[in-house]
């Protein structure tokens, strides 16, 4: 014999009603909410990746038996960096494979660029960049498998193994070489590396960071989805229980429904994820935008998010409505008083003084500090109902004002729903406090107006300086030339030339380009370079936190605008009866700004004071202060995120009219 519950399920879903249908909406919206972020940040932590090993080719695992000869090296236009690989076959050895994004392996004399450099080479004059590679009648393109952005700028230069650019090329010189370990000069077989760039390194860690953030509101979104509609899907099971079903009918009926409205949203989610990845590739993080199919997470993983949000909704439906199937006559009597337990407060002190104790023994790994994170907010999540319940007894026992009493007995009566609406800014809080407050920067070396070019010896610097005073004299170029043995700060410990450029960027640009082959195998290079690895680090903090309050942000509106109308659906009974009973429209609205109002000023404060201590033991980590300008972002913030919060409230306010308009027949 068949089961009945999907036949019911179908039946009671139909027969819900216009009100009935608004909560199955509403549980669907913020299911497609929560796919898609969930999506937009997979997508951002499978592209970092895919974007940083788009540069791993370039570092290949060296080989003494190898075909061919590589370097490498950066050299800068103003601030932005050009990756230079110089390539030549070995006489007698086996054909090299083309590297990533070039057809074939470059001949001696060619010359292949990114789409951005060739943009770059045809606007810029040539003394300034084009003359630092060798000329050619055209340039050759680099595809987008050879490169992480399409901003990158990138050329790759085909030469003979005894060109001086690449035989004379050695280890890097100096304590500002290569970044990141990378050798100048190589034998390799072919383009198979490990080492990503300095330039997308940080990408990954910083993208992991900010989906730790963001992930965990948008995961209690999706699971307040469940929730949604919840009083009025009680008072249906519970009658069904009463009238004979089973527990297992009853929570298969609950799931069965959930998880189809939840899968319905989570595939407009995904739909909508699928539509917008255009746009989403437009959005600059690091070295540029995004190739579109670095943002694709794939079918699979498409389909398990989907039927995880369905799923979390489901599980989250059937643990709101695990009363009914035992205790069907108390919720159907409303008897619930949804107390919280003590055991809360003591779960949360306990973590807190183990990430604490953790924190300030040092020496924990990113995954750990990642972990201890997820941790917090798990445990705050825990807290919150507890201190709404208590903040609730609290007020009520000294309200002086009916909109303050009803208030505060909604926030007793059910600190859980209360709680979920207000969740997303309260978390979304400490991030602000973190980011907005927190300076997290390296100190960058200071050299205005400098080019440097390391040498082997004093003896070749004084020579290296003599011809590279005639050569910017030929150019045009005003400056002054030093031969230093190593005590120039530019050089480090190493001998070189040092040119003090007089004239501004462009004059320095011209001077980089006019030097470029002054030491062969040794780029000149300026400020820039040295502090580039600072510059990445510190730029992808920067970009995250941005990223993340705009995201947490979002959700905490969609969460309290959704909350808010699923309550005036499930409260309207209330409503009704408390309109039959004389209360004012006007004050039945201020009571629900009220039981918004007063949590979010306890815990939101809270967390936003946690957020700005944990910067504040970060910047003493990094030796740094707080900006004037980073508390007066953490303002703004804060009160943008309130504000937009009530507008979200707000909106719920013509269906408080609605399910109040006609109170004998709704309270009925």
């Known amino acids: 014999m068949s089961s009945p519950v999907p036949q019911l399920t179908w039946f009671l879903a139909r027969r819900s009603g216009r009100r009935g249908l608004h909560s199955q909406l509403l549980a669907a919206g913020a299911a497609a909410v929560g796919a898609l972020i969930l999506l937009v940040l997979t997508a951002a932590y499978f592209g970092s990746d895919a974007r940083s090993q788009a540069t791993a080719w370039r570092t290949p695992a060296p080989d003494r038996h190898g075909t061919a000869v590589q370097t490498l090296g950066t050299t800068y236009l103003g601030d932005r960096p050009i990756t230079v690989v110089s390539l030549a076959q070995l006489p007698g050895r086996a054909a090299t494979p083309a590297p990533p994004g070039l057809k074939k392996f470059p001949e001696p004399g060619q010359v292949y660029v990114s789409p951005a450099l060739a943009d770059l080479l045809h606007s ?15 340039y050759g393109t680099i595809g987008a498998a050879g490169l992480a952005a399409p901003q990158e700028l990138v050329a790759v230069v085909g030469r003979a193994a005894s060109d001086p650019a690449v035989s004379a090329a050695a280890e890097p010189l100096g304590m500002f070489g290569q970044f990141g370990g990378q050798t100048a000069r190589a034998v390799v077989s072919g383009f198979d590396g490990t080492e990503v760039s300095v330039f997308t390194s940080s990408d990954k860690p910083a993208v992991s960071i900010g989906v730790a953030i963001v992930a965990v509101p948008v995961i209690v979104l999706a699971a307040a989805a469940g929730r949604l509609g919840a009083a009025r899907r009680e008072q249906r099971l519970a009658a069904l229980r009463l009238a004979g079903a089973t527990p297992r009918q009853i929570l298969a009926m609950t799931g069965l429904e959930s998880a189809a409205v939840g899968a319905a949203g989570a595939v407009t989610g995904a739909l909508a994820y699928v539509l917008l990845l255009p746009a989403l590739a437009e959005i600059p993080f690091g070295i540029g935008t995004w190739y579109t199919g670095q943002l694709w997470v794939g079918l699979p993983w ?10 979390l909704i489901a599980v989250s439906a059937m643990l709101t409505l695990r009363q009914v199937a035992t205790s069907p006559l108390g919720v159907a ?44 907010y798990g445990t705050f999540w825990l807290l919150g109902p507890w201190v709404v319940d208590r903040l609730g007894r609290i007020t009520a026992r000294f309200a002086r004002r009916p909109a303050t009493l009803l208030a505060a007995r909604r926030l007793s009566d059910d600190p859980r729903g209360s709680w979920r609406t207000v969740s997303g800014l309260v978390l979304a809080g400490f991030v602000a406090g973190f980011f907005t407050v927190g300076n997290v920067g390296i100190d960058d070396y200071r050299f205005p107006d400098q080019v440097a070019v390391a040498t082997t010896s004093t003896a070749t610097a004084r020579t290296a300086a003599t011809e590279a005073r005639t050569l910017l004299r030929a150019a045009g170029v ?13 050089l480090g410990s190493t001998t070189g030339v040092v040119v003090h450029v007089s004239g501004g960027a462009g004059q320095l640009d011209t001077a980089a380009t006019t030097l470029s082959n002054l030491v062969p195998g040794q780029l000149p290079y300026t400020q820039e370079y040295v502090n580039a690895e600072n510059q990445a680090f510190t730029g992808r903090l920067g970009e995250l936190g941005t990223a993340a309050l705009a995201v947490s942000f979002l959700v905490a509106t969609a969460s309290a605008g959704l909350t808010a109308a699923a309550n005036v659906l499930d409260r309207r009974r209330v409503y009704a009866l408390l309109r039959l009973a004389g209360t004012p429209l006007k004050l039945l609205d201020r009571a629900r700004f009220r039981e918004t109002v007063l949590p979010l000023v306890v815990l939101a404060g809270g967390t936003t004071t946690a957020g700005v201590y944990a910067a504040f033991q970060v910047n003493k980590l990094f030796g740094s202060t707080i900006s004037t300008s980073g508390a007066v972002t953490l303002a703004v913030c804060v009160s943008l995120g309130a504000l937009a919060m009530f507008a979200a409230i707000g909106a719920s306010r013509p269906l408080l009219r609605a399910v109040t308009q006609d109170p004998a027949q709704t309270a009925d």
């Open 478 to 490: 005003r400056a002054t030339v030093t031969a230093s043995d190593g005590a120039d700060e530019i």
């Open 333 to 376: 009597q409303q008897a619930d008083p949804r107390r919280t337990n003590l055991i809360r407060l003591v779960l949360f002190v306990a973590v807190v003084l183990y990430i604490y104790l953790s924190a300030s023994s040092g020496g924990s790994s990113s995954r750990q500090q990642l972990a201890m994170l997820l941790m917090f």
């Open 302 to 311: 498409l389909l398990g998010i989907v039927a995880f949000v369905a799923g």
């Open 124 to 138: 810029t004059p040539a003394k300034q960049l084009a003359d630092r590679f060798p000329k050619v009648a055209s």
